[in-house]
């Protein structure tokens, strides 16, 4: 009897180990796909930089600011891939993602505009779980933590 239950401990441990490795990929993942469109995005506006500037011109926003904007999203997406200050970075472009909602996408008579205000809103959600949960196993946080331990 004791080898049986001795048997079924070591399944449910390796039962366990399995759902936490999934658990550490989907993590990644989930950060992965939060930051892309900020990635691309930045990306873009550098090869879009004179027509991003006048359309931010457009919304009152100061085209010379497009540096820190590329920056912002460029920098922040990297860090939020690789797990790097995770939650600073997390509640920063929360809080641009936010702005960018409020400037931008405020003509709720247009449905597009309406979409994409609640993109914004979706993807600060998104920052505002990592900002209360960190990046997870699979990240730099994690690797700094346990190295200054």
Known sequence: MSSTSGSTGSGLS??????SAIGNVAELLGRV?????????????IGASAGTAAYMASA???????????????????????????????????????????????????QIQTLMFLKDVAIAGGFFLLLVNGAGALSLDRRFAKSSN
């Open 14 to 19: 390796s039962l366990n180990e399995r759902a």
């Open 33 to 45: 796909f939060l930051a892309a469109i900020f990635l691309i995005s930045g990306l873009n506006k």
């Open 60 to 110: 009152g926003v100061p085209g010379a600011l497009l540096p820190l904007v590329i920056t912002t999203e460029v920098l922040g997406a990297i860090a939020i891939i690789v797990g790097w200050k995770t939650r600073i970075t997390a509640f920063l472009l929360a809080g641009f993602s936010l702005l960018a909602a409020a400037i931008f996408h405020h003509n709720f008579a247009d």
